[in-house]
């Protein structure tokens, strides 16, 4: 086994079982340590005790290269592999079984901790036909989100992923634009028409009174770039970050909205948010709505989230051709064109 790849598999594995951060990037960090190494100069460092030595490898690290230049699988990434054949949700196989992709994730452009290329690779192994790349817009600050000259640079580089992969994925150009308080979209509209997918969401001032919140959403919900609105709620259920409450928005007029101006509802995959909550996942489907199924993957790991999402879709009766992540990409694209 190439002793990169079981690095980078034993850190995906990690991350999707939300083991903490620095154990995770332990694997990566190793990985790229060793990364420019041949097979025989590895094992020569290996032998001679230099590796053991050298700054970013661990025990650990150490033992999963060892064993892997050996022509095995490691002890360490093998325990990981058969926790790994275990679902992660308790419900919602056969709807996760039909989707075909995800429209929310993040790079290390952004807030994510993994190159572009290594989420692309996630999501073709784990039988995706698209990928939506879409890191924070340049008023997240605190995301690292994208001005509009490193939008448009990454743009090319999404190009060249795309040129490079055989057919069958696709990593679709995109953005989670932030809601601002006027309801306008944290980026120009020229760049935004450039782009296969908008993820519209609000993160900021959002104990906001409930009018206020509304309107705000409905601003950009009939924005005609908006194509998902993101985490409606902003909740946070559990994690390192605390739990917060769900912001307050007459939730009738805002779905009936997005029902209006065929915007997809997000249904955040993300276990800390579970959002939206069950019974605003209800009054979407009432209200007409299209969904998107979404791991707002923060790492290659996290992709897999997808089935919490699904769980919570067929908990509350969505149906499957309701959600535009079951879709093949080529009705899933036509219906992202903006409609003015």
Known sequence: MDAVDALNETAFWLERELADTFKVQAFRRAAGIIAGLSREELSTRVKDGRLKGTKGIGNRTF?????ALGGAVPDYLEGLRR??????????????????GDLHSHSNWSDGGSPIEVMADAARILGREYLALTDHSPSLTIA????????????????????????GFRLLAG????????????????????????????HSKLRSDKRSMTGRMLTAIENPHTNVLGH????????????????????EKVFASCAEHSVAVEINSR???????????????????????????????????????????????????????TWP?????????PTQ
């Not at 990409?329 to 064109?337: E, F, H, N």
């Open 271 to 325: 276990p800390e948010r579970q959002d939206p909550p069950d019974e605003l996942i209800r009054i979407a489907l009432d209200a007409g709505c299209l969904f998107s199924i979404d791991s707002d993957a923060h790492a290659p790991g996290q992709l897999d989230f997808l089935q919490y999402g699904a769980e919570r879709a067929e908990a509350n009766g969505v149906p499957a051709d309701r959600i535009v992540t």
């Open 63 to 67: 033992e999963v290269i060892s064993r």
């Open 232 to 251: 409606c709620t902003g909740r946070l259920v559990k994690g390192s970050r605390g739990t917060r409450l769900p912001s307050e928005f007459d939730a």
């Open 83 to 100: 926790r790994g054949a275990e679902p992660l949700a308790d419900g919602g196989h056969e709807l996760h079984a039909t989707l075909r």
């Open 329 to 337: 990409v080529d009705r899933l694209l036509k219906w992202l064109q």
């Open 175 to 202: 953005i989670e634009v932030d809601i601002l308080e006027d309801g306008e979209l944290d980026q120009s509209a020229e760049l935004l028409s450039q782009l296969d997918v908008v993820v519209a969401s609000v």
């Open 144 to 167: 690292n989100g994208l001005s509009p000259e490193r939008l448009t640079e990454q743009l090319m580089v999404v190009d060249g992923i795309n040129n490079r992969q055989d057919s």
